[in-house]
């Protein structure tokens, strides 16, 4: 897929990966996200002047981190609708963001907004982003901003989170591959001691309580 994007779009979409170059993805794995032409995600990961890798953070996650990576899907992006982060023709970064994932193309399309320049932030980016995606521009570009902004505040390995929002495992019993994050194989309950949401495995029958009160009722 090559690009034909507004001025505002190219500048969110280079933000993102850049951002997520700087955060230790490279560019080969960010191709492997996207339904994009090498040679346009080479353009757009390119460094700028001033543009400096950031600290490096271990790519090992904790459970708490996997299930924050699963909430997000389910309630930010998902919106608690029973679809995986891929699926056939779309990988992680087409859609990762309501917008594009629930309304390809708007009926009722508004002109993108204009940007004479690049947004300086994660914020900014996002804002104009989504404003980008609600106008019907496509495709994504606020795809790499979110996932960017996501593991920053998690304080994980961008390439670790991806892997885990794409990992496939076999199911059912003649072996087929599907998505880990899918309603079909984790479920996110309640906990029956303070009402937080619980991520477990859809096929167990483990005591719906968090972790915190977990070793309380044990």
């Known amino acids: 897929m090559n690009l034909a994007l507004p001025e505002a779009g190219r500048h969110v979409l280079g933000f993102g990966f850049r951002t997520l170059r700087r955060l230790g993805l ?3 794995a960010i191709n492997s996200h996207v339904s994009l032409s090498p040679a346009s995600v080479k353009r757009y990961t390119a460094r700028r002047h001033g543009e400096e890798p950031s600290a490096t953070v271990g790519r090992r996650m904790r459970r708490e981190h996997e ?3 699963v909430l997000y899907w389910c309630a ?3 919106e608690w609708r029973p679809l995986a982060p891929v699926a056939p023709g779309r990988r992680l970064l087409d859609a990762f963001c309501p917008a594009c994932l629930h309304v390809p193309v708007p009926p009722q399309r508004t002109p993108a907004p204009r940007s004479d320049r690049g947004p300086g932030s994660l914020e900014e980016a996002l804002g104009l982003g989504a404003a980008c995606c609600a106008a019907g521009v496509r495709p994504c570009v606020q795809g790499p901003v979110r996932l960017a902004a996501l593991v920053s505040r998690l304080g994980v390995h961008p390439e670790s989170a991806a892997t885990f929002l794409t990992r496939m495992e076999p199911a059912g019993r003649d072996g087929h591959l599907e998505p880990l994050v ?4 984790l479920w996110v309950r309640t906990c029956l001691s303070c009402g937080e949401p619980v991520v477990s495995d859809a096929s167990g029958d483990e005591t719906r309580h968090c972790r915190r009160h977990a070793r309380r009722s044990a």
């Not at 899918?182 to 194989?185: N, T």
């Open 26 to 28: 490279r560019p080969t």
């Open 67 to 69: 299930e924050a990576l």
């Open 76 to 78: 930010v992006i998902a």
């Open 182 to 185: 899918h309603p079909a194989r």
